[in-house]
């Protein structure tokens, strides 16, 4: 499919990436590159690319395709690092979950010659660093492609088809819808999870070592988003801030409804709202996102 993918970042989704591109054949030649020298080392240790650069400028020289896999923050900063380093015609996408900032910023920095196609696999775990990826995280898994007005079809096409290649389906929107879409499916829950975590942390009347020790499935739940990668999320929320404010507010909204619900004992109220929310949760296993296994799929240790 292409001659040289370079994966800039190899945490989680870089990782799994290289991983995928080598076991499908999806590229004759993969080169990584990461900021973190322990981060090269180890990458090299574990041969999940062909060759790991140790400049930024070397690893995109000749990429037919370089994949952005850092924190939103930084994509700036590697796009004007490499800008005069890509070769004509080659394509630059990412796997950002905020997707309005990336376009732009790609937009204004790379050159006219360069074909930008901004990527989001909407995959991951809450593990993080080279050593936690793997080739099958993006099996059955969408990935959302958002190329900016004008971009070359030829060049989308290739960035669908390599997803595809790596087991994901893929759908095409714009960047401001993906950002909406993505603030209340997964931005919010996320900062909803964080702070929950935060406060029972903070409680003065409940230790800590209580909440930890009698956490059911709700908390316990939320404690695995709230582990997430921190300087990942930062920058998701500071980068999609009008959106994740937008949805908040509704949030805020209709948590005061369900207040006025449970002081006013509706108990009618509640019930409609539980089998509503509850459809919601079948019609994700339906459609594949999420195993209806027991206790989420855990595998419980035998006594």
């Known amino acids: 499919m292409f001659h040289q993918v370079t ?8 990782s799994s990436l290289a991983r995928a591109a080598k076991s499908y054949g999806l590229s004759s030649r993969v080169v990584a590159y990461d900021v973190d020298p322990s981060v090269r080392a180890r990458v090299a240790e574990l041969g999940i690319a062909d060759a790991v650069a140790n400049e930024l400028e070397n690893a995109v020289t000749d990429a037919d395709l370089t994949i952005i896999c850092v ?15 890509l070769k004509p015609g080659a394509i630059v996408s990412d796997v950002g979950s905020v997707k309005g900032m990336v ?8 050159r006219p010659d360069v074909h930008i196609v901004p990527a989001h696999p909407v995959a991951g775990t809450e593990y993080s ?3 936690s990826g793997f080739a099958t995280l993006f099996q059955d898994r969408w990935c959302i492609i958002t190329p900016p007005d004008g971009t070359s079809p030829d060049a989308i096409e290739k960035v669908r088809a390599f997803w595809c290649g790596c087991g994901a389906n893929v759908e095409s929107m714009s960047a401001h819808h993906h950002d909406l879409v993505l603030a209340i499916t997964s931005h919010v829950p996320h900062l909803i999870a964080y702070n929950i975590v935060g406060t029972a942390a903070d409680l003065e009347e409940v230790t800590q070592s209580e909440v930890i020790k009698f956490s059911a499935g709700g908390f316990r739940d939320f404690t695995r988003i709230a582990a997430s990668d921190p300087t990942m999320w930062r920058d998701i929320f500071l980068n999609n801030k009008d959106a994740v404010l937008e949805m908040l507010g509704r949030f805020n909204e209709d948590l005061a409804a369900l207040q006025r619900m449970i002081r006013w004992g509706d108990g009618q109220g509640l019930y409609d709202l539980f089998t509503r929310t509850r459809a919601i949760r079948r019609s994700i296993i339906a459609q ?13 240790k035998e006594d």
Request: glycine content about 14%.
């Open 7 to 14: 994966i800039i970042g190899l945490g989680l989704i870089g």
């Open 71 to 85: 924190p939103v923050g930084a994509t700036s900063d590697v796009a004007r690092q490499m800008k005069d380093h």
């Open 103 to 110: 376009c732009d910023a790609l937009s204004q920095i790379l």
């Open 129 to 131: 660093g080279p050593d």
């Open 288 to 300: 594949g996102q999420e195993t209806s296994a027991p206790d989420f799929g855990r595998v419980r």
